[in-house]
């Protein structure tokens, strides 16, 4: 996918909610240093974004989805 990083996403949607990547790797169950790698990931597996989504209250797939959209519209405009 072009110009989403989910990595980016989850972390953006972290710092909108005041949250803390070790609060976020503790309702994870990883480490902190480890979910700092996975926050570097432009590409995260759907199991991930389901429980991301899940701790985070929000809808990670709609974002993509958004931004895909977005991409698709700008593209055919060229």
């Known amino acids: ?9 989850i972390h953006e949607e972290l710092r909108r909610q005041r949250r ?6 503790k309702e994870m ?3 902190r240093g480890n979910m700092y790698n996975i926050l ?3 590409h995260l597996n759907t199991d991930f ?4 989504s899940e701790k985070l209250h929000h809808d990670f ?3 993509i989805s958004e931004k895909l959209q977005l991409a698709t519209k700008t ?3 060229e």
């Open 61 to 63: 797939f709609r974002d």
């Open 40 to 42: 570097r990931r432009p």
């Open 20 to 25: 803390s990547v070790v609060w976020f790797a």
């Open 29 to 31: 169950l990883t480490t």
């Open 75 to 77: 593209h055919a405009e």
């Open 1 to 9: 996918m072009t110009g989403i990083h989910c990595g980016k996403l």
């Open 49 to 52: 974004l389901v429980r991301a």
